[in-house]
């Protein structure tokens, strides 16, 4: 059981970037997938039980929604967003950059969100002499947190919500109660703001470098975009009353925004564009995770977290969200969030069924750290190292301590603010 323990964890730790042995490139889906074939081949999980902890629904609604990601990406939508901001000047410029970024990382996928805005952030930094650090790391730290606001933004969120038969209403509103939307936007909005006033002064010149950013799209192809994406949401919303399954209400969007292109405007170009956008490491990653955690669960190591935590909470419930905050925050700045989500939601209803208790309040506050808490280092999360990338391949190098430089104060103050929140929500 040990040993097991700590070939998830490793494993964790190792799933990130790729890397190379023998001359081929290892990714973070080939990693995922060998360590879930080495704990079955170690008997840690029965072949018989895979299927069980596998979660289809899940990985079709990654993969559609990868697809949906990238029909909004070439729809022009955060092109559109971005010659808006290039038209502002100083810090207002710098905190429409973080706060946009974080914003659309509600409904696209971060890292690609990243991409997207990086070199937009790196012009307004070199055109107000301002850290480009500043800009492009508080964008991708925006974009990284918002990832749970709502259950479609990033895989923590749906690996939760598949778990525990969420709906996407239940991310904003949960019986209720505010939940994850509106502590995510808080902390957020608190942090950008006060890294903005922090590294940002008295730059009052334009943000475009003399020349405003012009975006040319397709006000109706964009449209129809977002019209699908709302229908989308809202059959996730109903989900619950009309009994449909994770994958119909993405497939919906991508068929709908399909057919429109090539039936009405005879547009394959679009198309070939969006579905070539397709992400299939993402759903093969985690079926790799879905599978670890599937044998964290059968080696009887979750009971054991959970006595652990339980024994250091004294079994109070206060002290328990705490406590899986802090946990939470710590472990995702050093291994990727995504698996220790994943391995921890076992442990979290097995904590709420002792206790007697929602366990749904339990995976607020374990989201909240491994969220928020994920954007302390470019370690834990992918689209803090997608921008510390674009920064050294811009002539930017990025060590830990400049990264902490935007990181750290971002990180706590958001912790800080959603904790807040979420204790007056659940822990009043």
């Known amino acids: 059981m040990v040993a097991s323990l700590a070939a998830l964890f490793l494993g964790s730790a190792l799933i990130g970037e790729g890397r190379r042995v023998a001359g081929f490139t290892l990714r973070r889906h080939h990693l995922a997938l060998i360590l879930a074939a080495v704990l079955v081949a170690a008997g840690c999980l029965p072949p018989s039980r895979i299927l069980g902890y596998l ?35 100083g810090r207002r410029a710098v905190f429409s950059i973080i706060m946009a970024a974080g914003a659309l990382s509600l409904i696209l996928e971060n890292v690609s969100v990243v991409y997207l805005f990086a070199p937009l952030a790196l012009r307004v930094a070199e055109a107000l002499g301002v850290d480009p650090v500043v800009t492009v790391v508080g964008a991708a730290l925006a974009s990284e947190m918002s990832g ?22 239940d991310f904003i509103v949960y019986r209720g109660r505010p939940s994850m939307f509106f502590y995510t936007v808080a902390a957020m909005l608190v942090a950008s703001t006060l890294i903005t006033l922090a590294y940002v ?6 943000a475009g470098g003399g020349g405003v950013l012009e975006a040319s799209v397709d006000k109706v192809f964009l449209a129809e975009v977002l019209f699908f994406v709302s229908v989308k949401i809202v059959l996730l919303s109903l989900r619950d009353s009309i009994n449909i399954p994770l994958t119909l209400a993405a497939l919906t969007a991508v068929t709908g925004i399909t057919c429109t292109r090539l039936l009405l405007h005879r547009d394959a ?25 599937g044998a964290f669960v059968e080696t009887g190591l979750a009971s054991r977290v959970a006595n652990l935590l339980l024994w250091i909470s004294r079994g109070d419930p206060l002290r328990l969200s705490l406590l899986l905050v802090a946990v939470s925050m710590l472990a995702s700045a050093v291994i990727y969030n995504t698996p220790y ?25 374990l989201l909240i750290g491994a969220t928020l808490g994920g954007t302390l280092t470019y370690i834990g999360a992918m689209a803090n190292y997608a921008a510390v990338r674009y920064l050294e391949s811009r002539g930017y190098p990025v060590g830990f301590k400049r990264f902490a430089k935007v990181s750290v104060p971002f990180t706590l103050v958001s912790v800080v603010v959603g904790t807040g929140l979420y204790l007056l929500s659940y822990h009043p």
């Open 201 to 206: 002064r008295g730059a009052e010149r334009r």
């Open 341 to 365: 989500v994943a391995a921890m939601l076992p442990v979290v209803v097995e904590l709420a069924h002792r206790l007697g208790i929602d366990p749904v309040v339990l995976a607020w506050a």
């Open 269 to 293: 170009r679009s198309v070939r564009e969006a579905l070539a956008r397709h992400d299939i490491e993402t759903p093969l990653f985690l079926a790799g995770v879905f599978i670890i955690s």
């Open 55 to 89: 979660e289809p629904d899940v990985l079709g609604l990654v993969y559609l929604m990868s697809i949906v990601t990238g029909y909004m990406e070439v729809s022009g939508l955060a092109d559109l967003v971005a010659s808006r901001v290039s038209r502002l000047s």
């Open 148 to 169: 749970s606001a709502t259950m479609i933004g990033d895989p923590p969120a749906i690996i939760t919500a598949g778990f525990l038969n969420l709906n996407f209403m």
